[in-house]
């Protein structure tokens, strides 16, 4: 299994600025993944970030919005951009992963950033 | 309809107890299955993983999985106050990347 470290672990911002999220594996992993968890919700995927390659967004998630770079093999940031209240939720980066047991296709989890907008 | 089902609770009960969490899937090509836990302020945290029909079992945790009724459970057996998470199933359809199909999560209370 990877070790993610995701952060910054929590902010407040106000409103039109915007925030970068790192995220750092302990290893080379070809995928990373960005989600985002709103309260009483399911983990949404906002996009795949393959390196050397431009971001794969979901459907309702745009790059203007969301910028995600992916410079090499184990780090990736997702910038929120001119954020407004309705961004304020919990982001988290994933990475795929074999397991422990060698089952494929596993992700993992970082610890999450909590964002609150003003 | 939500592509995956899961009561979000709170599911109180006390220590010792055995629990049960269900997630119901309506897209028959699911065919693999998570099940993860989260702590408060934390991420989630895989527990189980499985393929075909049928139980698996790691500890004290079992996670069942029926493809004819697209019914999956995931049974903790003297729960401890340390479950007390939310726990989310998660699905894909097959090998190379798929997308994850999160529930929404129950939460458990697991009182002393």
């Known amino acids: 299994s990877a070790v993610i470290s995701q952060k910054p672990s929590r902010d407040i911002c106000q409103r039109g600025t915007s925030l970068t999220i790192q995220c750092q594996v302990d290893s080379q992993v070809t995928m990373m993944f960005w989600y985002r968890q709103q309260p009483g919700q399911s983990l949404t995927l906002i996009a795949t970030?393959?390196?050397?390659?431009?971001?794969?967004?979901e459907s309702g998630f745009v790059i203007d919005k969301f910028p995600i770079s992916r410079p090499n093999l184990t780090f990736s940031t997702l910038t929120v951009s001119n954020m407004s209240p309705e961004d304020s939720s919990i982001y988290l980066c994933?990475?795929?992963?074999?397991?422990?047991?060698?089952?494929?296709?596993?992700?993992?989890f970082g610890a999450g950033t909590r964002l609150s907008v003003l | 309809q939500k592509e995956v089902e899961q009561d979000p609770g709170p599911l109180s009960v006390p220590e010792g107890a055995i629990v049960s969490l269900n997630c119901t899937y309506s897209n028959s090509a699911f065919q693999y299955f998570m099940w993860y836990r989260q702590y408060s302020r934390k991420g989630p945290e895989l527990l189980m993983y499985?393929?075909?029909?049928g139980n698996k079992e790691d500890g004290r945790f079992t996670a069942q999985v029926d493809k004819s009724s697209k019914y999956i459970s995931l049974f903790i057996r003297d729960s401890q106050p340390s479950d007390s998470a939310t726990y989310l199933c998660?699905?894909?359809?097959?090998?190379?990347?798929?997308?994850?199909?999160f529930g929404t999560g129950t939460r458990l209370l697991v009182s002393p």
């Open positions: 499985t393929y075909s029909s």
């Open positions: 994933s990475v795929d992963s074999a397991s422990r047991t060698g089952a494929k296709n596993i992700q993992y």
């Open positions: 970030a393959n390196q050397g390659s431009e971001a794969t967004y």
């Open positions: 998660a699905m894909y359809m097959n090998t190379g990347f798929q997308k994850l199909v």
